[in-house]
Nanobody, 125 residues
Framework: QVQLVESGGGLVQAGGSLRLSCTAS????????IAWYRQAPGKEREGVAC????????WYADPAKGRFTISRDKAENMVYLQMNNLKPEDTAVYYC??????????????????WGQGTLVTVSA
């Protein structure tokens, strides 16, 4: 069992930046493909970005392209989502997801096995 823990959410003005972090409590992220999802109030959850285990595969949803960057630091057992030029429509709870079946590739339309509890990002106009 992998317990994912997100952090880094908060309140930021439009145009600002935040860096979200995801780690595994008591275990390693090695061998796992990792993705960030988000769910805005009243909307369905949507994929934002993903990264393969070896960091040789990344994918971004259209709203994230050019503004968000996903990365991982194996030494720190962390995956990050750097979010720049934030917009009010980026307001959502952001979730980290992981799965051993995606160690070599990356995908957003995939039933990830492990999920964190989420961290709230609020972008004010």
């Amino acid at each position: 069992q992998v317990q994912l823990v997100e952090s880094g959410g908060g309140l930021v003005q439009a145009g600002g930046s935040l860096r979200l972090s995801c780690t595994a409590s008591g275990s390693t992220l090695d061998g796992l493909g990792i993705a960030w999802y988000r769910q805005a109030p009243g909307k369905e959850r949507e994929g934002v970005a993903c990264i393969s285990d070896r960091s040789d595969g990344e994918w971004y949803a259209d709203p994230a392209k050019g503004r968000f960057t996903i990365s991982r630091d194996k030494a720190e057992n962390m995956v990050y989502l750097q979010m720049n030029n934030l917009k009010p429509e980026d307001t959502a709870v952001y979730y980290c997801a992981a799965d051993h079946r995606l160690s070599k590739i990356c995908a957003l339309d995939f039933p990830y096995n492990y999920w964190g509890q989420g961290t709230l990002v609020t972008v004010s106009a």
